[in-house]
């Protein structure tokens, strides 16, 4: 059997430099397969030992095996070789310029009045108000004549409230949800009703036909004008800062009586006098007072035992006052790259 052992160095001359040349993982894997393999020539050589004669078998055996061992080593570094070639190739077909600035993925954000309206909301909740919604399209009742409205009041007139077919109209403020509140629920009642309301404005920086108001309400027995002092700081103080001071002028609203129109010290200097609150230090935060008796009769409520504050404030002014926005017509034309400001 001395054909075993010239097939071994055959294979010895010719399988090393087969490895050498394989230029593919693919082909490298074949050319073991061929030697190495269950089949492969080297193994059966090794399997078909025990045929070969006795005083050959031990010179065969230890030949097949060198050459096993050798073959291995050089697959496996040829291996390793093929492996670094390809994820080398892989990194320059890839390659990525580290310093080019990325790509921003498009989030959206909290529109500006939503996030002053979200505070405002978080803080009279924290002082137990609940939320209470009504409708945009309204009637007069709720809209003027349960708020003691006289019919010859200027704010009914045509050329400030827009009215609709049938005798509707637009409501012009957040009150009629006071009246709405009031007609469902029996006191105590403690209410906050943000929501978008209508004026017959001609558009500039400063007027919008569509704008948005924050109205308040707090009915109970023995409710006094130092509880809406109170809750108005409290409010002040959370909503901007603990220096914030308030200060509370006489006024006249139909609905409330007595009624006060409330300034807060300018939050950008403090009251000294700057651009924004235009040298005079005070900021028009919102109108308030006790809610009239005339306006519990209208809801049914008993004007002997109950009484009660109401305030209502715009919050598109307080919105441009806090972010520097100087036109209110910005907060309703989605524009992306004014928004994305924010
Ligand atoms: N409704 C008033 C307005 O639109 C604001 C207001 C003033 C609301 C006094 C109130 C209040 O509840 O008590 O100008």
């Keep these: 059997m001395a054909g075993l052992l010239e097939k071994i160095e055959e294979m010895a001359g010719q399988a090393p430099a087969k490895v050498k040349r394989s230029d593919t993982l693919d082909s490298l894997e074949e050319i073991r397969l061929e030697y190495l393999g269950r089949k492969g020539l080297l193994t059966s050589i090794l399997h078909g030992l025990k045929d070969a004669p006795a005083d050959q078998r031990p010179l065969i055996g230890k030949q097949a095996n060198l050459l096993k061992n050798k073959l291995s080593g050089l697959i496996d570094q040829r291996r390793r070789e093929l492996e670094q070639q390809r994820s080398r190739r892989e990194l320059d077909s890839g390659r990525i310029d580290v310093t080019l600035p990325g790509s921003r993925p498009w989030t959206g954000s909290i529109h500006p009045l939503n996030q002053v309206l979200e505070r405002i909301n978080e803080i009279f909740f924290g002082m137990g108000f609940a939320l209470a ?29 827009m009215y609709l077919e049938g005798g509707m109209l637009l409501r012009s403020h957040t009150s009629p949800v006071q009246i709405r509140h009031m007609q469902a629920n029996r006191p105590p009642v403690r209410v906050i009703a943000p929501g978008r309301v209508f004026r017959r404005d001609t558009p500039d920086a400063t007027h919008s036909p569509v704008f948005h108001q924050v109205e308040g309400l707090y009915v109970d027995e023995n409710v006094t004008f130092g509880d809406l002092r109170y809750t108005l700081e409290q409010f002040a103080a959370q909503m901007f800062g603990a220096g914030a001071s308030l200060r509370f002028r006489p006024s006249f609203f139909p609905f409330t009586e007595p009624s006060a129109e409330v300034d807060i010290s300018c939050i950008f200097c403090r009251g000294k006098g700057c651009r924004v609150c235009k040298q005079v230090g005070w900021i028009e935060l919102l109108g308030c007072g006790m809610v009239d008796p005339n306006v519990f009769d209208s809801v049914g409520y008993d004007s002997e035992r109950y009484t009660g504050f109401a305030f209502g404030m715009g919050i598109d002014r307080i919105c441009m006052t806090f972010n520097g926005v100087n036109d209110i017509r910005l907060f309703l034309e989605s524009d992306v790259a004014f928004l994305s400001q924010f």
Aim: hydrophobic share 25%; charged share 40%.
């Design 133 to 161: 919604e009504g409708p945009e399209i309204e009637d007069e009742f709720h809209n003027f004549d349960a708020l003691n409205t006289p019919e010859d009041h200027p704010a009914r007139a045509e050329q400030d409230t």
